[in-house]
């Protein structure tokens, strides 16, 4: 077992998750080895030609990983693996945090063709196809962004890919859409945490209207404008939101949570050019997270 190889308990805790080898017209390459080629590339950002020869053909690994990013087979062991951690008790829904952060795009990452890709065998699009393929222009050049939600125990419940010069704001409702963790006992999955964080960047009355629909509580700071501009209309800008310090201390878990998903070189750099190569590639890292005891 090399260095940064699955170990036998995070074996233990995948493969019941993992599809069939078993397929018409032959047997797949060994799951444990192409998952840990994969899992090489993402933590040192090697081009996928140059792979060590011990995780076989660059190509198979690299197929695989194409393969189930598009239709959303990590999406799946995701969520399974999710499942798995709130039957044991290990996701701490008492607070959970929003944040994003900005991955720059390499060079290789520009360039996709216009023609929208196709599902290998199926005719449809993949899962997280973007026509703008997730990048955008700011003062950094091309970069993408990441937009997640993550729990008390520093591991990301639901993330997004967009463009890097998106706002913060509008995709509060669309990452918190996405958390959705299966019961195994059946019936409806968790969508709510206990409590909510984010910083003022999230501060919108669409937000705030959003969470008090759904019954979620939340720590999120007014900025100045905004505290200003309620206080000039009277009555009619409502009452000020409630702000808890203590509870707002524990933002500093997504952000911890940031900076493991970037420990992985090709999360923190962005290498692939398909905006849902991209988000299997930071699925991926993901869920090795959800492996680690």
């Not at 690299?62 to 990590?74: F, K, L, N, P």
């Not at 993330?159 to 918190?176: C, N």
Request: with cysteine.
């Amino acid at each position: 077992m090399g260095r940064g190889d699955l170990t036998n308990a995070e074996w233990s805790r995948l493969k019941p998750h993992l599809p069939g080898t078993g397929q018409r017209g032959g047997r797949w390459a060994s799951h444990r080895k192409v998952i840990n080629g994969i899992l090489f590339r993402e933590r040192t950002g090697v081009p996928w030609r140059d792979l060590p020869s011990r995780f076989g053909r660059w190509k198979t690994v690299y197929e695989r990983h194409r393969r189930w990013s598009a239709d959303g087979t990590w999406d799946k062991i995701l969520k399974a693996v999710q499942a798995d951690a709130d039957a044991e008790g290990r996701i701490d829904w008492s607070m959970v945090s929003v944040d994003s952060t900005s991955c720059r795009a390499h060079q290789h990452a520009a360039g996709a063709r216009r023609k929208a890709p196709r599902v290998p065998k199926k005719r449809s699009t993949p899962r997280h196809h973007r026509p703008d393929e997730g990048l955008g222009r700011s003062r950094g050049g091309l970069t993408s962004k990441i937009h997640l939600a993550g729990e008390g125990g520093r591991r990301p419940l639901a993330l997004l890919i967009t463009p890097g010069q998106w706002g913060d704001a509008p995709q509060l409702i669309p990452v918190l859409e996405r958390v959705r963790v299966p019961r195994p006992t059946g019936g409806h999955p968790r969508t709510r945490p206990d409590h909510l964080g984010g910083d003022k960047a999230y501060s919108s009355r669409r937000n705030r209207r959003y969470l008090r629909r759904r019954q979620i509580k939340h720590t999120i700071p007014e900025p100045k404008d905004q505290r200003a501009n309620r206080r000039r209309r009277g009555s009619k800008g409502g009452r000020p939101t409630g702000f808890d310090k203590d509870k707002y201390k524990r933002r500093n878990e997504v952000e911890r949570t940031i900076n493991l998903l970037k420990g992985f070189r090709a999360v923190a750099t962005r290498y692939d050019k398909r905006a849902y190569v991209f988000h299997g590639t930071v699925t991926v890292a993901a869920i090795r997270l959800w492996l680690r005891t």
